[in-house]
Nanobody, 123 residues
Framework: QVQLVESGGGLVQPGGSLRLSCAAS????????TAWFRQAPGKEREGVSC????????YYADSVKGRFTISIDNARNTAYLQMNSLKQEDTAVYYCATTVRGCTWNSAGYDYWGQGTQVTVSS
């Protein structure tokens, strides 16, 4: 059974940084597209970033461009989301997801999901 396990969430002050991890088992991220989504209370789940292993392309939502960086360590079969200059509006549960197809902002396009990790940005 494929598993994605997120970690690295927590409470951080505005302007701070966090690095989220997404460890995959029974699925090779090297041959997939891996994305990070987030969902704030009362809001729909939204795509934050995606990396396509086939061509190395990276995609970011406008709201996080220049602040967030997605990456994959193929040796560890783990995806990361480095989040800098965090804002209160970044507060949400963050999920990683993966698919054998390409990157898409449509959450229905992903085959496997992690359980989520809470990120709270507050002073």
């Amino acid at each position: 059974q494929v598993q994605l396990v997120e970690s690295g969430g927590g409470l951080v002050q505005p302007g701070g940084s966090l690095r989220l991890s997404c460890a995959a088992s029974r699925f090779t991220l090297d041959y997939s597209a891996t994305a990070w989504f987030r969902q704030a209370p009362g809001k729909e789940r939204e795509g934050v970033s995606c990396i396509s292993s086939s061509d190395g392309n990276k995609y970011y939502a406008d709201s996080v461009k220049g602040r967030f960086t997605i990456s994959i360590d193929n040796a560890r079969n783990t995806a990361y989301l480095q989040m800098n200059s965090l804002k209160q509006e970044d507060t949400a549960v963050y999920y990683c997801a993966t698919t054998v197809r390409g990157c898409t902002w449509n959450s229905a396009g992903y085959d496997y999901w992690g359980q989520g990790t809470q990120v709270t940005v507050s002073s």
